[in-house]
């Protein structure tokens, strides 16, 4: 479906849009690729590994609406992946974590529906379900932008959804790499804040293929939440360093234990396919949508009434050996 179209990626450069440009290079045949970001270096860097004719650099912030509707211009699919995403510092920081993530959201519908942009998906986060910090809660803001923007279309034919994953193994700031910084410099121990903390993973080619498919089985107005497997954060630790010990530091500002993904709340929303859950719109719109049956004619039941996906009690968990294969190929 991306041969001969124009795709854009907000925040383009970083680890998701960077895997996403691979793919799309290796699978399809598209006619642009429009990379759209705000930092100058980490274009000229990723333009130096993906020079094909079809890719398109463009210096910009979501912040920005004019730039952003300059760049979308001609575009057929967008992919919203820019956000600032890092917990603590979105405590200290809550207006610029506000402008990029809620303001930049709507920024972006903005623009695709004065561009005529036939499909956007906006990457979310584990963190926006029953939110405690500002990261969560803006993220769950921007959720809400994009599904009600499928009610403010009219008759233009754009559909917008979200999809919401945990955390990517690898990906920057994430623990994996951070992990590994601290056993190649020599430390003695691991910093774990909590012993029994959980966290659902899900590797950057899996994030991008489940995007990738969502094209296809969208309507406008899901929330698209993959079953993916949980890690202990101890568990994870001892496979990078089995000889470190550990110490524990406490939680940081706005963490959570554990991570949910379909709040119990939504349960009479949540519908279950064989390898993901949909949260179907709290709102109706004007042009009704069945989403029990997606575009690909798969199939979802509805979930029992207080069913909540979390990873401290989740049904797939990774072991050390498959973070260890992982990590390797990284």
Sequence with gaps: MFDGKNILITGGTGSFGKKYTEILLKKYKPNKIIIYSRDELKQYEMSQDYDNKC????I??????SRLKKAMNDVDYVIHAAALKHVPIA???PMECIKTNINGAQNVIDAAMENGVKKIIALSTDKAANPVN?????????DKLFVAANNLIGNQDIQFS???YGNVIGSRGSVVPFFKKLIKSGKKSLPITDANMTRFLITLEEGVEFVLK???RMQGGEIFVPKIPSMKITDLAKAL??????EIIGIRPGEKLHEIMCPSDDSHLTLEFDDHFVIQPTITFTKSRDYKINKLGENGEKVKQ???????????????EDILEIVKDM
């Excluded at 360093?241 to 550990?246: I, K, Q, R, T, Y």
């Design 306 to 320: 207080g069913f909540e996906y979390n990873s401290g009690d989740n049904t797939q968990w990774y072991k050390k």
């Design 214 to 216: 969502n094209f296809e």
């Design 134 to 142: 500002l990261y969560g809660a803006t993220k769950l803001a921007s």
């Design 91 to 93: 405590e200290y920081n």
């Design 241 to 246: 360093a089995p000889e470190l010990p550990h």
């Design 55 to 58: 890719m398109r650099y463009f």
């Design 60 to 65: 910009g912030d979501v912040r920005d609406a």
């Design 162 to 164: 979200v999809v919401r």
